[in-house]
């Protein structure tokens, strides 16, 4: 079974520029998470997808980051644009059921906004 | 509101010496807890989950952790560390009452086993 992926693994943009982070979740899971880590902090909840649903985007920082995810399949992030204060790790997970199940994470990317 | 702990910056052991990370939690209900591990290079993998029931919680790799409702704690543990133990852990908490299905994740601890 494949896992969640993303796509890129890491990116270096300019300040300004505008950057679109993907996921695709394991097939089947209706749950669909983005998450984020800036260097050394905590890992912060962004959003929460059911299906194509935003379900819960109480963790989106500012109107520059937009989510989407079409047909309840994979997930895009974009960020545009782009600040310095953006630079982290982005995280996507996906679970299938309910809330204290445990989520399946892809490997990250990692953004660096220079 | 729901918030984590994890003390620890870095622990270090001794391969074979029995290891502990430790986590303490806030939530406004009851919690749903959850160990997370991430090596190197990959993403985070599920390692144990309490929510509801047995207060000691076995997961993969022969970790363990305790739920402890009086002292807000879980902490992880093993009885025996290896190298390929070395990692960074995270805690994660979620109020099961709440509507939203986020997790609050603590800053993570880094463990380092020396051979």
């Known amino acids: 079974e494949a896992g969640v992926t993303q796509f890129p693994s890491h990116s270096v943009i300019e300040k300004g520029q505008t950057v679109t982070l993907r996921c695709d979740p394991i097939?089947?899971?209706?749950?669909l998470y983005w998450y984020r880590r800036v260097m050394g902090k905590e890992i912060k909840f962004l959003l929460h997808?059911?299906?194509?649903?935003?379900?819960?985007e109480s963790g989106m920082p500012n109107n520059r980051f937009l989510a989407e995810r079409t047909g309840g399949t994979y997930s895009t992030l974009k960020v545009q644009p782009a600040e310095l204060e953006d630079s982290g790790v982005y995280f996507c997970?996906?679970?299938?059921?309910?809330?204290?199940?445990?989520?399946?994470f892809g490997s990250g990317t990692q953004l660096s906004v220079l | 509101a729901q918030s984590v702990a994890q003390p620890e910056d870095q622990v270090n052991v001794a391969e074979g010496n029995p290891l502990t990370v430790k986590c303490t939690y806030s939530?406004?209900?009851?919690?749903?807890l959850f160990w997370y591990v991430q090596y190197p290079n990959r993403g985070l993998q599920f390692l144990l989950k309490?929510?509801?029931?047995?207060?000691l919680v076995k997961g993969s790799y022969g970790f363990e952790a305790e739920f402890n409702k009086s002292q807000t704690s879980f902490h992880l543990k093993k009885p025996s560390a290896l190298v390929s133990d070395s990692a960074l852990y995270f805690c994660?908490?979620?109020?099961?009452?709440?509507?939203?299905?986020?997790?609050?994740f603590g800053k993570g601890t880094k463990l380092s086993v020396i051979p």
């Open positions: 309490y929510i509801t029931g047995d207060n």
């Open positions: 097939s089947g899971h209706d749950n």
């Open positions: 997970a996906s679970s299938q059921w309910g809330a204290n199940e445990k989520l399946f």
């Open positions: 939530v406004s209900g009851n919690p749903y």
């Open positions: 994660a908490v979620k109020d099961s009452g709440a509507g939203s299905y986020q997790l609050t």
């Open positions: 997808f059911v299906k194509e649903s935003k379900q819960d």
